[in-house]
T-cell receptor, first 115, second 113 residues
Framework: GAVVSQHPSWVICKSGTSVKIECRSL??????MFWYRQFPKQSLMLMAT?????????EQGVEKDKFLINHASLTLSTLTVTSAHPEDSSFYIC???????????FGSGTRLTVV | DAKTTQPPSMDCAEGRAANLPCNHS???????VYWYRQIHSQGPQYIIH???NNETNEMASLIITEDRKSSTLILPHATLRDTAVYYC??????????????FGTGTRLQVTL
């Protein structure tokens, strides 16, 4: 089945630095990528939707200047958390629609810890 | 997309069937029911989906009531590896469409020996 490879699986960074998370679709073209954030013991919250070659669409309350999304190719979407703070510590997950099959394929997630 | 209601948690003995209910009383005619699960600290995994007919695949069965206002996911022989949070999601558009998935709170299934 379709696979989305997400890296890194975990990262620890210092406050004020930026972190980039990559999601690659390995055997299909992902024209759309959804980015979620999940805090401990909570559900997944959609942050933004990226479309290849165009600007991302952000959900209400998500700062687009803080969470930079780039979807430059049909197989790669990136999320950069800029000037990270401890409250940005969370589990970040990407997902792409697998239109050739039935569902959505999710990355394995990135656990970000900001110290 | 219609809202869903699921019990927050359930227990099931290993080897027994796990029946996870979902209420989606405001579902409209073009909305599909999807089930995903999330094992701790992993990305969600697709299980099954349906529109109005019951569905079965190698992982589970999906029973949708005739009025489509509720559904039940059945894991026929639960194992310890089925311990996860199960999400019932209703969304517009079936296979081949790319509308977003909105996750509710899900049901935390604990399979025990």
């Amino acid at each position: 089945g379709a696979v989305v490879s997400q890296h890194p699986s975990w990262v620890i960074c210092k406050s004020g630095t930026s972190v980039k998370i990559e999601c690659r679709s390995l055997d299909f073209q992902a024209t759309t990528m959804f980015w979620y954030r999940q805090f401990p013991k909570q559900s997944l919250m959609l942050m933004a939707t990226s479309n290849e070659g165009s600007k991302a669409t952000y959900e209400q309350g998500v700062e687009k200047d803080k969470f930079l999304i780039n979807h430059a190719s049909l197989t790669l979407s990136t999320l950069t958390v800029t000037s990270a703070h401890p409250e940005d510590s969370s589990f970040y997950i990407c997902s792409a629609p697998d239109v050739a099959n039935y569902g959505y394929t999710f990355g394995s997630g990135t656990r970000l810890t900001v110290v | 997309d219609a809202k869903t209601t699921q019990p927050p948690s359930m227990d099931c003995a290993e080897g027994r069937a796990a029946n996870l209910p979902c209420n989606h009383s405001t579902i409209s005619g073009n909305e599909y029911v999807y089930w995903y699960r999330q094992i701790h600290s992993q990305g969600p995994q697709y299980i099954i989906h349906g529109l109005k007919n019951n569905e079965t695949n190698e992982m589970a069965s999906l029973i949708i009531t005739e009025d489509r206002k509720s559904s039940t996911l059945i894991l026929p022989h639960a194992t310890l590896r089925d311990t996860a949070v199960y999400y019932c999601i209703v969304r517009t558009g079936g296979p081949g469409t790319a509308s977003k998935l909105t996750f509710g709170t899900g049901t935390r299934l604990q399979v025990t020996l």
